[in-house]
């Protein structure tokens, strides 16, 4: 069971920014990661296409005997994550937990949260941080059309840098002490937004803490993987040359991404 592999997935190229994460954290893992190109953007879907998605994503990964997986997705962590966590023989991780638990101890009354419509709509981030410390203002904004630029390659354009300063400006008026960057697809644009905020260290990246999670669970569950060296295998449901492109970017170990004909994943939920 502990050389199974790990899970991961999200819409895109986004997840990735956790993979590293987690390679960084565990390099003796095998790693089964799931972009889900063909269904982008989750953040302008409803509540009910992204448990469709997420359930038949996940059968998939128990098909593939997973010991793990890692909803490296904001989205999916903000509107499925509860409902379908206990539903498998296995540990399910969301970014928003671990997230909150951080940042309801921080030193800044205000805190602000970069996400998509759906999560924000959600307003997960909101309430697991007010369940540990009600005091904490949290200030959500939905920042649609820079997921689209990061799976387009295009994070280093005029665009770009002009829809992180619209999203960026209203958290800043209100003096907020951190920055979420609450959608996986954000840290490839980090370095604009640390630009347009003058302050590299205000921006909170939750692939940190859930991979602090994802370290101790398999730990005490005796499942980190004995054997010397980790593998990691990629699929993209559709266009997996752009998928190459632009995650290469971020994680250039990427090149070696299959493409995974996408009804053979949602086949398993008819
Ligand atoms: N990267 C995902 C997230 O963390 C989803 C982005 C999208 O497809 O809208 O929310």
């Not at 590293?20 to 799931?34: A, I, S, T």
């Not at 602000?112 to 709509?121: C, D, I, K, R």
């Not at 369940?131 to 665009?159: F, M, Q, R, W």
């Amino acid at each position: 069971m502990s050389n199974n592999p790990i899970g991961v997935f999200d819409s895109g190229v986004g997840g990735l920014t956790v993979l590293k994460e987690l390679v960084n954290l565990l390099p003796n893992e095998n790693y089964l990661y799931f972009g889900d190109t063909a269904r982008i953007p989750y953040g302008e879907k409803t509540q009910e296409q992204l448990f469709c998605y997420a359930r038949g994503i996940m059968e998939w990964f128990k098909s593939r005997n997973v010991k793990a997986v890692v909803m490296a997705c904001n989205t999916s962590s903000a509107v499925v994550y509860d409902t379908i966590k206990n539903d498998y023989n296995f540990p399910v991780f969301s970014l928003i937990e671990p997230t909150a638990e951080y940042i309801s101890y921080v030193n800044s009354p205000k805190i602000g949260v970069l996400a998509t419509s759906a999560t924000v709509n959600s307003r997960a981030y909101s309430k697991a941080v007010h369940k540990i410390n009600p005091s904490k203002e949290i200030i959500e904004v939905a920042c649609p059309g820079l997921v689209e630029l990061v799976e387009n390659n295009k994070t280093d354009t005029y665009e770009a840098k002009k829809l992180v300063i619209k999203y960026v400006a209203p958290l800043l008026e209100k003096r907020v002490g951190h920055i979420i960057l609450g959608c996986t697809h954000y840290p490839y644009l980090s370095n604009i937004i640390a630009d347009v905020t003058n302050d590299k260290e205000m921006l909170v990246n939750p692939a940190k803490f859930l991979g602090e999670k994802v370290v101790e669970s398999l730990l005490s569950n005796d499942l980190l993987n004995a054997e010397a060296l980790g593998s990691r295998q990629y699929f993209a449901s559709s266009n997996t040359a752009m998928f190459v492109e632009a995650g290469k970017r971020f994680y250039p170990d990427i090149e070696q991404a299959q493409e995974l004909v996408i009804g053979e994943v949602s086949s398993i939920i008819k």
